[in-house]
């Protein structure tokens, strides 16, 4: 059983660059989570998707968008990328059936993450 | 609002000794709340969670961690530190999104 699969493992951009990362989530999940883990930080949520579309976003600029497609598997684009973007970007795996009636997040499954590098 | 301070960033024991990293958290609503460690250069995997129910919760690797409303705290502790412990742990609250602490790196001294 496949976990969470996210390309490329290590990518370097120059600033006013766009990129764009791919995750595939765990088989049976439907919901996909992005992070931004900066250097010696925590994971910082980006947005969610479900049923393709964005169901949250956190404190990210319009610079920041995604898109989820039919088969659940999700795409980070980040435009006009600041030195400030590099981080090591996180993809995380849910089932929206474990957010029962309480309608609170449930377990999330990791992938290893994308390494973006911006000079 | 929810969010979580772990106190401590950096937490050094000797190998056999106790383990306790401290997380204090807050929450509108009750909580359900996660503890997840990170190995370098790796993602995050989850070492248990807390929903409902028993407010001790035993995890994978030989570590627990209790969850006490009143002092809204959810401390994670290990009896033994092995050298296979070393690694960076966090501690997540989940309303409608799961939020994460800073994170505290455990070190284990031979």
């Known amino acids: 059983d496949a976990g969470v699969t996210q390309s490329p493992t290590h990518l370097i951009k120059t600033r006013g660059q766009q990129v764009t990362l791919r995750c595939s989530p765990k088989?049976?999940?439907?919901?996909v989570s992005w992070y931004q883990q900066a250097l010696g930080q925590g994971p910082q949520f980006i947005f969610q998707?479900?049923?393709?579309?964005?169901?949250q976003r956190g404190n990210f600029p319009d610079r920041f968008s995604g898109h989820q497609f039919p088969n659940y598997s999700s795409e980070l684009n980040v435009n006009a990328l600041l030195l400030g973007d590099s981080a090591l970007y996180l993809c995380?795996?849910?089932?929206?059936?474990?957010?029962?009636?309480?309608?609170?997040?449930?377990?999330?499954?990791f992938g290893e993450g994308s390494r973006l590098t911006v000079l | 609002a929810q969010s979580v301070t772990q106190l401590g960033s950096h937490v050094s024991v000797s190998e056999g000794a106790l383990v306790l990293l401290r997380c204090n958290y807050s929450?509108?609503?009750?909580?359900?709340l996660f503890w997840y460690v990170q190995y370098p250069n790796q993602g995050l995997q989850l070492l248990l969670k807390?929903?409902?129910?028993?407010?001790l919760v035993k995890g994978i690797n030989g570590f627990e961690a209790e969850f006490k409303k009143s002092e809204t705290s959810f401390h994670l502790t290990k009896p033994s530190a092995h050298m296979s412990d070393a690694a960076e742990y966090f501690c997540?609250?989940?309303?409608?999104?799961?939020?994460f602490g800073s994170g505290t790196r455990l070190s284990i001294r031979p």
């Open positions: 995380a795996s849910s089932s929206d059936r474990d957010r029962g009636s309480s309608s609170r997040a449930g377990e999330l499954f």
């Open positions: 088989s049976g999940h439907d919901t």
């Open positions: 998707y479900y049923e393709e579309e964005e169901r």
């Open positions: 929450s509108s609503v009750p909580p359900y």
């Open positions: 807390y929903t409902t129910g028993a407010t």
């Open positions: 997540a609250v989940s309303a409608s999104k799961i939020i």
